[in-house]
T-cell receptor, first 112, second 114 residues
Framework: GDSVTQMEGPVTLSEEAFLTINCTYTATGYPSLFWYVQYPGEGLQLLLKATKADDKGSNKGFEATYRKETTSFHLEKGSVQVSDSAVYFCALSGQGAQKLVFGQGTRLTINP | ETGVTQTPRHLVMGMTNKKSLKCEQHLGHNAMYWYKQSAKKPLELMFVYSLEERVENNSVPSRFSPECPNSSHLFLHLHTLQPEDSALYLC?????????????FGSGTRLTVV
């Protein structure tokens, strides 16, 4: 079945550092790919998405490119801020699927 | 405001109590979901409703009973819970045929079973 694997956390960085959170997936066909963010005490919010190969999703300085050849959707940000501290979830929706499949989440902490 | 509202935000209940969690959306979506989020565990999909019919039940114990009276409301009825059921319960919605747009989540209900 469809699955998503994220890099294990927690990840701790200093402010203004470069961020990469790896995400790879297994799915048949052409899934849609998502990154969600969960701030402390809140539900999940959609951060960005890509629906076809080579698409780049971007939002709030974060970017991720849908790479079908490597089945990856890595999240990047050039300069992180303390306010980016949260848990980040990679997810996919298979073709014709009625649900999202989530990775296990990566906790990110940014120190000033 | 996310468009999906969950109440209450926090709930403490004894193992013999009966309580209900409520989820409401006014986004025009016709699919709704319950997820359980426990500390240090992946998100667990519990139930999926599409057009008010349950389409998925992921081996959830019978002490959790969902109800979807219409496309805007979803309930999770709780009875005789165990301490290991303490978790954040998240509701989400989507436009059923367009789940590739993603879900809209509520802020969750933090449940503590004592």
């Amino acid at each position: 079945g469809d699955s998503v694997t994220q890099m294990e956390g927690p990840v701790t960085l200093s402010e203004e550092a470069f961020l990469t959170i790896n995400c790879t997936y297994t799915a048949t066909g052409y899934p849609s790919l998502f990154w969600y963010v969960q701030y402390p005490g809140e539900g999940l919010q959609l951060l960005l998405k890509a629906t076809k190969a080579d698409d780049k999703g971007s939002n709030k300085g974060f970017e991720a490119t849908y790479r079908k050849e490597t089945t990856s959707f890595h999240l990047e940000k050039g300069s992180v801020q303390v306010s980016d501290s949260a848990v980040y979830f990679c997810a996919l929706s298979g073709q014709g699927a009625q649900k999202l499949v989530f990775g296990q989440g990566t906790r990110l902490t940014i120190n000033p | 405001e996310t468009g999906v509202t969950q109440t209450p935000r926090h709930l403490v209940m004894g193992m013999t109590n009966k309580k209900s969690l409520k989820c409401e959306q006014h986004l025009g979506h016709n699919a709704m979901y319950w997820y359980k989020q426990s500390a240090k565990k992946p998100l667990e999909l519990m139930f999926v409703y599409s057009l008010e019919e349950r389409v998925e039940n992921n081996s959830v114990p019978s002490r959790f009973s969902p109800e979807c009276p219409n496309s805007s409301h979803l309930f999770l009825h709780l009875h005789t819970l165990q301490p290991e059921d303490s978790a954040l319960y998240l509701c989400a919605s989507s436009q059923d045929s367009r789940v590739w747009f993603g879900y809209t989540f509520g802020s969750g209900t933090r449940l503590t079973v004592v």
